[in-house]
């Protein structure tokens, strides 16, 4: 078949995984299914906000994948390579060798035996990886960099959000975004409007009554660093060096509506007490899940903090961690929790 840089040609061949495709070929193919990659972060795509730019990425990304995976088997066909290579793509860094194999790597006129098992399989998984990429319009990535929602939350774990949603009860999760960097966060909503709220030692209270809480034991971790900014945990025994056991106390909050969970407690802070404040309708106090170590609607704006949360600024609901590193980069695999991948919130 004449070698075609036809865009359009080459998408179509792309779903005939038994051809070959050229260094060049394959340049121009990498080049049309990444670009979407590259031009929403161009542009400053915002993925959780939505909008028509979002939805046009993720259908292109989504209709490249098939394509691209063909064109990948098709190039490592044409190099004289092993088709089972193109499995090492799902690897981080593996990945950036493969593909620089797959632009740099000659031609080799002596080609290995047709791998068809690998293009059975290679169909659906395609398919697959498609439908996720697809998914993108309503389920989306928001990754966690702070402590604010530990012990439920830990830094470096990326959390699958459902875009939009309404106002939740007290009790659910939400996220928003930050009023002073507008970065993804997720807080735990305590009142919705109209209400009062304060807090007594720590105890939160609405006109539904105070919350309870239950003494559960305590959590023990190393004082070191994790997740994308390095965070240190907090201590019940205060300061500790790095390397030494750091220990917190568990807590569980019930609310007045039933609702459960645990938290974080390292002693007695300022924030612990807040008198009455209204929350109007329209509008939620949330908190985080560390309060000793966080910011949130007990913290005004002007102050660094979220001040009262308007409810048109819900931006989804966390749904589960679909994985987690606790180094500075998610492609430090030593530093991958597999224990928390596809956990529930």
Known sequence: MKASRNPFILYLWGYDWTGRTTRAQFLI???????????????????????PEALALTLWGALAVVPLIGHSLRRLGDAGLSAW??????????NLALLAVLIFAPTNPRRLAEASQIRLLGYPVGAVIACLVLSRIWLVPVLVDTADMEPLLEPGDIVMVWRGGDVPPAGDLIVL???TDKAAIIRRVIATGPDTVELVQGVPATQDGPASHIPSGFDETIM???GPKGVMPRCLTGSVGQGALCQRRLVTEVLPNGATYLLFDTGAVPLDTMQAREVAAGQLFVLSDNRDQAVD???AVAAGGIGMVEASAIRGEPAFVVASFAGRWVWQVWTWRPERFLKGV
């Open 29 to 51: 193919v990498a080049g049309f299914s990444l670009a979407p990659i590259g031009i929403g972060r161009l542009l400053g795509v915002d993925y959780l906000d939505g909008g």
């Open 224 to 226: 070191a660093p994790e």
């Open 297 to 299: 609607s007990r913290i």
């Open 177 to 179: 975004r930050d009023p």
């Open 85 to 94: 290579l193109v499995w090492s793509a799902a690897v981080p860094v593996v």
